[in-house]
């Protein structure tokens, strides 16, 4: 099998991930009762959904650079 087939596989994999880790620190965050537990989950519940959407960012921009040519199906610097 080709690497490239895999790919989209492995992303949306790593998505899925991603956002059942949040959710689950999410669940944590609520069910914990303590401030300085609830201020931990929060803040890496954060940075996961930071990271989740620089994830989607640079899948969207390498989608957009694909399609993206220029004059006789050559690619081009700027659309």
Known sequence: MDA??????RRDE???SLNAAIEALNLAKEALSMTPAKAAFGSVS???TMIRVGFLLVRISRLLSDM???F???RSGLC
Do not use: A, E
């Open 68 to 70: 993206c040519t220029g």
């Open 4 to 9: 490239r087939s895999q790919r989209p596989k």
């Open 14 to 16: 790593t998505l899925s």
């Open 72 to 74: 006789n199906d050559q």
């Open 46 to 48: 954060i940075i996961l």
